[in-house]
């Protein structure tokens, strides 16, 4: 299978998602936006994947990149293939439906629950989760929802943690691909976003987190989505 990435820092990689995908002797590309890379037509790749970052869809006058990144998704969908969205990915494909990026009630950084909404028991990949479960967070905003999109997943701190369009695109505002490297990242060129709030965790706590857990419903969902494209 080809699998395109789309990715917008450097210390924000694929984590878990890259050892799926060495697993599985998968076909990997990779575009860096933020490096101002040119991103690839829809026709090359089963299956993309557009992974967290710094920037904002709110900002698109400071991140025009951004603005290929959402006619891509679009095209992703209009061809009916497979897509995952994960943090700032998630809401491109939210802008990609028509809904505009918000601020999420509260910053969430470490590991919190997510509670499933009604809409998950019926859908096809998330009816396979418990009805709670931690996943890793790292973020400000959240994913607009369009009309024709379900809402499967909040959390205490905010209300659109994921949701899905059709059967094989998903955005995820939560992480589950982060590890212990991807964390040490995260802290040393975002620090300051470890201000002591409700749902911020201290670097010491971040640093002593067992991922493996969350890293296998991320492998759970790529799983799922593969078996998407194989079907097609």
């Not at 924000?12 to 076909?27: C, Q, S, T, V, Y």
């Not at 690839?40 to 990144?69: A, C, H, N, T």
């Not at 670097?203 to 998407?228: C, E, F, G, R």
Request: net charge negative; charged share 20%.
């Amino acid at each position: 299978m080809r699998i395109h990435a789309v990715i917008h820092a450097a210390f924000e990689k694929l984590g878990a998602i890259e050892n799926w995908i060495l697993k599985h002797h998968h076909r990997l590309s990779i575009t860096n936006t933020y490096l101002g890379e040119t991103l690839p037509d829809v026709s090359s790749f089963d299956m993309l994947i557009i992974m967290g970052g710094p920037q904002s869809p709110s900002k698109l006058d400071k991140y025009p990149y951004l603005r290929d990144e959402i006619k891509l998704a679009s095209a992703v969908i209009a061809a009916n293939k497979a897509m995952l969205g994960i943090c700032l990915g998630a809401q491109i494909i939210g802008e990609a439906l028509g809904a505009k990026t918000e601020q999420s009630p509260h910053k969430e950084i470490g590991v919190y629950p997510v509670e499933l909404m009604q809409a998950a028991q019926d859908d096809p990949l998330f009816q396979q989760f418990p009805d709670t479960f931690d996943v890793m967070h790292w973020h400000n905003d959240m994913p607009g929802l369009s009309a024709d999109s379900r809402l499967l997943a909040k959390s205490a701190g905010c209300p659109r943690q994921a949701f899905a369009y059709g059967d094989r695109v998903y955005g995820l505002q939560f992480h589950m691909e982060m590890n212990e490297e991807l964390i040490r990242g995260m802290i040393l060129h975002c620090e300051s976003d470890l201000t002591t709030s409700q749902y911020v965790q201290s670097a010491q706590t971040l640093l002593a987190l067992d991922l493996d857990a969350i890293n296998q419903k991320m492998h759970q969902v790529l799983d799922y989505l593969a078996a998407q494209v194989n079907k097609s």
